[in-house]
């Protein structure tokens, strides 16, 4: 089936090591989001892709960074993990920009633990 | 400062019975809202959505009421069954410039719904 693919769905590392968390998505879509989900709390969107173009939003953190490569993967790469990264990133891809009217469809998740 | 607000962060509901969610927000700027749940260890899933031009939308056993001068919004099952159980999330739009569009979700609610 069509699906959006996270990996791994839980990672463990250590304060200040580097650490990448992988999307993959079948639908094709052109539009791929990285949001961090912290307990209890709003998924907060980091970034997003369309196409090759990159969209930083204004708050996220300059120790989160994107790639993607091609139309099916994205990552996730943390430069240095604090201990306040701890959370769940979530990966989502829709086929258009127009976010609100067109469905966002979102991976399962990787949980991301820092020791 | 939180401009989608579900202020129940849990609600229990007998099965058969209307299961209501709520939502506040407060930027007036929000033109579509949308509806996701959430299954453990699953990414969200859309649900349903309404346009500020609506004031109600209907999906099966699903229906969704907007109230734009309260800036409230609410999601009703009726009837609730087991397999609702989940977290929804209550998501808002508005458009930014061009054809970007800023998507804001609130912190969810926890659906229970008991046999």
């Known amino acids: 089936d069509a699906m959006v693919i996270q990996n791994p769905r839980y990672q463990v590392t250590q304060f200040g090591k580097p650490v990448t968390l992988s999307c993959s998505q079948t639908l094709n879509h052109n539009v791929m989001y990285w949001y961090q989900q912290k307990s209890s709390q709003a998924p907060k969107l980091l970034f997003h892709?369309?196409?090759?173009?990159?969209?930083n939003e204004a708050d996220t953190p300059d120790n989160f960074q994107s790639r993607r490569p091609n139309t099916s993967f994205c990552f996730l790469d943390i430069r240095s993990p604090g201990l306040g990264d701890a959370a769940m990133y979530l990966c989502?891809?829709?086929?258009?920009?127009?976010?609100?009217?067109?469905?966002?469809?979102f991976g399962p998740g990787t949980r991301l633990t820092v020791l | 400062d939180q401009q989608v607000k579900q202020n129940s962060p849990s609600l229990s509901v007998q099965e058969g019975r209307i299961s209501i969610l709520n939502c506040d927000y407060t930027n007036s700027m929000f033109d579509y809202f949308l509806w996701y749940k959430k299954y453990p260890a699953e990414g969200p899933t859309f649900l349903i959505s309404?346009?500020?031009?609506?004031d109600k939308n209907e999906d099966g056993r699903f229906t969704v009421f907007l109230n734009k001068s309260a800036k409230h919004l609410s999601l009703h099952i009726v009837p609730s069954q087991p397999g609702d159980s989940a977290v929804y999330f209550c998501?808002?739009?508005?458009?930014?410039?061009?054809?970007?569009?800023?998507?804001?979700f609130g912190s969810g609610t926890q659906l229970t719904v008991l046999p």
């Open positions: 989502a891809t829709s086929k258009t920009l127009d976010w609100g009217t067109d469905t966002q469809y």
């Open positions: 892709y369309y196409d090759k173009d990159f969209n």
């Open positions: 309404i346009s500020s031009i609506k």
């Open positions: 998501a808002a739009s508005a458009r930014l410039s061009g054809s970007a569009r800023q998507l804001t």
